[in-house]
């Protein structure tokens, strides 16, 4: 079935050689139910919400129809999953629909993510199950609305057919929306097959697409290399200052774009500990919080190595290059974490010595089970002594601590003379009051399963639409889990 195209396709990397794709269409589904259409980010593409809530919207949606101009496709890739590599992966559960320029110009791809089987499913079902899909939706809007990059929620839908698990639950389909699902492992599954070719091809793609501005440079393929070494770096600076723990940073889960993508195992902290690890599956804490900006650096050594051949004819010389090259990364991301820690602390100019302020602060909140979101937006309020003190305070577990930290810390401000209040303002808008805390995910996600309640998933929304401001009615939003409450493990459940 085809409907009468309201979405206007223009396919980039279906016009890629055959070998980047396998071409599939979506599974047939008898009978969809749409859970949700995001209105706002419809707008943002210049995509009519009306149309895509109609019949013909959720046949789109939902995969029982390929609308005019799509030309379905699975994406080829590879990957190194925790360290070990994996020559072909793929797009085993995620359809290409193709790609549209929204209202700003700028081209995105959409995609579904559960919508059956294709050439690269390997053992798995193509399927996704209805929490999955949920807890993606929640928490990829929850952090675009923080300020971070990110891949996009579109739309879900509960497919009717089940999905079997450890046990059988709902399935379901999200429309997920990207600037493109171009990774790290796309450029490693052709260099693992030693098609230079195919790596020039992608990475000329990917300039013309993201970074422009390295068409022009003496050595394009290494501004290419450069401009992906400073996206991640920022990317990561701002998972580490939200809380946020990607929980599977493998190669095959990092966008070329800079965009955080793959929300599986993800979470938030709540209290802060650098080597807090939530995913079931990372036995080792490969990717706990903490170990976010290394592992980062090793996935883009990756990248490097695929992009060899390209950086010098002499092998030794593109590895010397290389190399320079992936040297930025640490500094470029102590800049920008420095900074952002800096705006959280309230501090306009930073100065090398802030480092070692913010370091203090952050060793007493582990040495103190300290919930991260809280304290940096209860500092606040504490920026003179009064009533907000004690708020700040009763979150560490021995309150002297907090009371030496602030010491220290309203110190360094007199260095800035400004009006407490302008101050307070400021760190407002960057220290956020409502993250998707885990226990509301779960508690969410148990509703929409056990239930069929969708109440909590749209308020859940509602609350994380705008994280910076304080609304009284959701003040229960803000509280950290209580002991019963806690979830210490969110399972890749997929
Ligand atoms: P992920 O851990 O979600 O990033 O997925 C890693 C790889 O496994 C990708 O190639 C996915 O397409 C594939 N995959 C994950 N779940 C499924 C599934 N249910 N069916 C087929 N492929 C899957
Ligand atoms: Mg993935």
Redesign the pocket.
Known sequence: MTVTDPIPFDNSYARLPERFFARVNPAVREKPVLIRVNEVLAHELGLAPDWLSSDAGLDVLSGRSVADGSEPIAMA?A?H?FGNFVPQ??????ILLGEMVDCQGQRRDLQLKGAG?TP???N?????ALGSVLREYVVSEAMAALGVPTTRALAAVATGDPVYREKALPGAVLTRVASSHIRVGTFQFFAAREDTEAVRHLADHVIARHYPSAEGAQNPYLALLEEVIAAQAKLISRWMLVGFIHG?M?T??MSIAGETI?Y?PCAFLDTYDPETVFSSIDQFGRYAYGNQPSIALWNLARLAETLLPLLSENEEAAIAIAENALEDFEPLFQAAYLSGMTRKLGIAKPQDEDAQLASAILAAMAENAVDFTLFFRRLADAIEPGPGEEALRSLFADPSACDLLLQRWRKRLTQEPENAGDRRKRMRAVNPVYIPRNHRVEAMIEAAVEDGDFAPFEELLTVLAKPFEDRLEFNHYENPPQEHERVTATF?G?
Do not use: I, P
Not at 89 to 94: I, K, P, T, V
């Open positions: 890739y990957g999953q992966l793929g797009d085993g559960r995620a089987e690269f499913s390997r798995g079902d193509g399927q996704a599977v493998n095959d889960n793959d599986g890749c997929t």
